[in-house]
T-cell receptor, first 116, second 110 residues
Framework: DAGVIQSPRHEVTEMGQEVTLRCKPI?????LFWYRQTMMRGLELLIY????????DSGMPEDRFSAKMPNASFSTLKIQPSEPRDSAVYFC??????????????FGEGSRLTVL | SQQGEEDPQALSIQEGENATMNCSYK?????LQWYRQNSGRGLVHLIL?????REKHSGRLRVTLDTSKKSSSLLITASRAADTASYFC??????????FGTGTSLTVIP
C-alpha cells in the first residue's frame, strides 16, 4: 500500500488566494483526520471524518477553512481567503476505527503551506 | 495543546544511554499512543497502551501509564543516533478523536 498521499507537498501563495490541500487515505480506512502543525501551537486536530461524514469540526479555526470528503478515497481542505497566519504544515491521517482495531493513525508526509 | 503535554521539551543524550520522556494529559482517556516524527516527515505510530494497562513493551520501547496521575512515560533503551526525532503522545478520547501533545525533541549524539 502506498500509504496516505498528500498533495501538494509545498505551497507558497499570496495572502487572499485560495488554497486547496488534497489527501488520499489508505484504502479500507474509514476515518480521516486533518491536523495542522506549527511551532507555537503544536499539532492541532482540525476536523475528522468517519465513513465520509464530518464528525467533529470544532478545531477548524474559522469560516475561511472548509473540508470535504466526497468519497472514501479523497478529501480536501480548503482555505479561502488565505492569510499569513495560516502558514503551517497540514497533515492528513487515516485509520481503521471500530471493534478490533487499534485506532492507530497513519500520517501522510504533510503539505507545507507558506502564505506571504 | 488540545490535550497533552510532553516533558522535557528537548533532550540530548549520548548514544547507548536511555531516554525517558513524559506525557501529562487532562481528561479521561480510552488509550494513549506514542508517535515519532523525523524532521520534515509525517508522524509514525510507535506503541499504544490502553487505559486498563499499566505497562507495555515493544523492542527497545517501554511505555507506562498512570491513569490516576493522568500521565505516561516512554523509555527508549540503548539509544541510537537514528532515534533522533521528535516524540509525541496522543490521547484517544471517546469516539475516534486523538489529541497530540507538544512533543519532546530527542537528540542522540553518536
Amino acid at each position: 500500500d502506498a500509504g496516505v498521499i498528500q498533495s501538494p507537498r509545498h505551497e507558497v501563495t499570496e495572502m487572499g488566494q485560495e488554497v486547496t490541500l488534497r489527501c488520499k487515505p489508505i484504502s479500507g480506512h474509514n476515518s480521516l483526520f486533518w491536523y495542522r502543525q506549527t511551532m507555537m501551537r503544536g499539532l492541532e486536530l482540525l476536523i475528522y471524518f468517519n465513513n465520509n461524514v464530518p464528525i467533529d469540526d470544532s478545531g477548524m479555526p474559522e469560516d475561511r477553512f472548509s473540508a470535504k470528503m466526497p468519497n472514501a478515497s479523497f478529501s480536501t481542505l480548503k482555505i479561502q481567503p488565505s492569510e499569513p497566519r495560516d502558514s503551517a504544515v497540514y497533515f492528513c491521517a487515516s485509520s481503521s476505527a471500530g471493534t478490533g482495531h487499534t485506532g492507530e493513525l497513519f500520517f501522510g508526509e504533510g503539505s507545507r503551506l507558506t502564505v506571504l | 495543546s488540545q490535550q497533552g503535554e510532553e516533558d522535557p521539551q528537548a533532550l540530548s543524550i549520548q548514544e547507548g544511554e536511555n531516554a525517558t520522556m513524559n506525557c501529562s494529559y487532562k481528561t479521561s482517556i480510552n488509550n494513549l499512543q506514542w508517535y515519532r516524527q523525523n524532521s520534515g516527515r509525517g508522524l509514525v505510530h510507535l506503541i499504544l497502551i490502553r487505559s486498563n494497562e499499566r505497562e507495555k513493551h515493544s523492542g527497545r520501547l517501554r511505555v507506562t501509564l498512570d491513569t490516576s496521575k493522568k500521565s505516561s512515560s516512554l523509555l527508549i533503551t540503548a539509544s541510537r543516533a537514528a532515534d533522533t526525532a521528535s516524540y509525541f503522545c496522543a490521547t484517544g478520547l471517546t469516539g475516534n478523536q486523538f489529541y497530540f501533545g507538544t512533543g519532546t525533541s530527542l537528540t542522540v549524539i553518536p
